[in-house]
């Protein structure tokens, strides 16, 4: 059906001429989209008991302000008009209005009521979608998996585009079914061949994993092109992530870079880090730690630690703003607080020589940090054990655990001075875990390894006098 008929039939008063019309306008169809003209269409095709499909049309334009100033309350009895003249779309949205309060009182009750009334006709497979997702979420009624995965395959029955993908989700998820890999990327395919954008990109992380399918780097790449295609930030991020490292197609670093700056502009948190990275890092000429203080800013604001910690190291060494060790101090917190292991460890440095804030020996030991495994933070432990840093001084057992735990995750040559100090605690508390001759032998390897000077001599004959090479 071409514009100009359309245009002749809506001219010559057709009122099925004058919806296809504003159809045309709305959609860009034989013509430049014009949102206004599209419309006054609408409204003509909607006159008194006119076009059911304009009125309903016709009501999201003014529920969604669409080439006309919104109005939820003109849209509801838009809706209510068509649903009078047996449109399933109009009459799925009243159920939806009721349950979400959209131009009328809210009343979840007579929301799900009507929904519930057109899933079972089974003359709506939206519905049918509708409903499933209610009982998976379980949004003012009783959560129900089964029912969801229920209500999901009645509606790919009619061959609804959003019900195989959440079917997709249920059977990847085992989600009210039986687990199901195979049978979940083949309802994804099916939701991505009719163009979904979130199959497509599930049909990427498919092809990418090996979910159902064979692995296959290709056709990731290309499902994540579509879904990028759409405008998903999601698949910006992927995608940018197959040209930087040449999965599926081959490298391009200028690629990579605007895909991941489309999904920072969309407000991805990890694009956003990303691209303070890169802008903080390029060569001279490209540099430029005013937009990458800007970025990291931005991934920070939306909680990333991996954004915080290096915002905070911004802070503190002056890189794109002026130093402030308080706000560095804040935004190592911050990161601290999720688990970011060396914020912590900057943290505890923060608190121990009082940078950004009141010197605090007591907090300085920073037992979280050692709590995440982090083999540097232990260390650090243990000295303040050792050493009476804001605890009570206990040589021979705080201090020797966290020594212990450091020295389990350090390399054949890495850190001398723990293994000396891990030595000396095992000897002398007599708490050796392992043959006490191994860690005389440690002992003596640091002390010739130029850390003689980390305990006396004294302590070493001790030590010495102490080993009696029994085990």
Do not use: P
């Not at 490298?251 to 802008?279: C, D, H, P, R, T």
């Not at 655990?401 to 891990?422: A, P, Q």
């Amino acid at each position: 059906m071409s514009f100009d008929w359309c245009e002749k039939s809506a001219n010559n008063g057709s009122i099925i001429g004058k919806f296809y019309l504003g159809y045309c306008y709305e959609f860009g169809i034989g013509i430049m989209n014009n949102e206004k003209k599209s419309v006054y269409w609408y409204k003509e095709a909607s006159k008194r008991n006119g076009c059911e499909f304009a009125q309903f049309n016709l009501g999201k334009c003014y529920q969604l302000g669409t080439g006309v100033r919104k109005d939820t309350r003109k849209a509801f009895e838009l809706y209510k008009k068509s649903a009078k003249q047996d449109n399933n779309k109009s009459q799925l949205q009243i159920g939806n209005c009721y349950f979400e309060g959209i131009g009328t009182e809210i009343n979840k009750t007579k929301g799900i009521e009507i929904i519930k009334e057109l899933a079972e006709k089974g003359e709506s497979c939206s519905s049918q979608n509708y409903l499933g997702e209610l009982y998976e979420l379980g949004r003012s009624i009783n959560k129900d998996l089964k029912q969801a995965s229920y209500w999901y395959c009645k509606a790919t029955e009619n061959e609804c585009t959003i019900a195989e993908y959440n079917l997709g989700k249920c059977y990847e998820n085992g989600n009210g079914v039986e687990k199901d890999e195979r049978k979940a990327f083949e309802y994804y395919k099916k939701s991505a061949d009719q163009e979904y954008l979130y199959a497509q990109f599930q049909l990427g992380c498919c092809y990418s994993k090996g979910i159902g399918t064979i692995i296959d780097k290709t056709k990731a790449f290309e499902s994540y092109k579509n879904a990028a295609g759409q405008g998903y930030l999601y698949a910006h991020f992927q995608l940018g992530n197959c040209y930087l490292n040449g999965i599926g197609t081959e490298v391009n670093k200028m690629k990579a870079f605007e895909s991941y700056e489309k999904a920072a502009n969309q407000g991805y948190k990890v694009a956003q880090y990303i691209l303070g990275i890169y802008y903080q890092n390029r060569k001279s000429a490209e540099k430029d730690v005013v937009k990458a203080l800007e970025y990291y800013k931005k991934s920070a604001d939306q909680g990333y630690s991996y954004a915080q910690f290096q915002l905070g190291n911004c802070y503190l060494s002056g890189i794109g703003t002026g130093v402030d060790k308080t706000k560095a101090f804040e935004l190592y917190k911050r990161a601290s607080d999720k688990g970011h292991k060396v914020a912590q460890n900057n943290l505890r440095l923060s608190y121990e020589n009082g940078k950004g804030t009141k010197t605090n020996l007591e907090k300085a030991v920073y037992i979280k940090a050692a709590e995440t495994k982090n083999k540097i933070s232990q260390y650090n432990l243990g000295e303040c054990y050792e050493l009476g840093n804001g605890v009570n001084r206990d040589e021979t057992k705080e201090a020797f655990e966290y020594y212990k735990k450091y020295y389990k995750k350090s390399t054949e040559n890495e850190f001398k001075e723990v293994d000396l100090k891990y030595g000396c605690h095992c000897l002398i508390s007599k708490r050796s875990e392992i043959n006490r001759e191994k860690e005389f032998e440690l002992y003596i390897d640091a002390h010739n390894s130029n850390f003689g000077n980390i305990i006396n001599d004294l302590e070493f004959l001790k030590v010495s006098e102490m080993h009696d090479g029994s085990t």
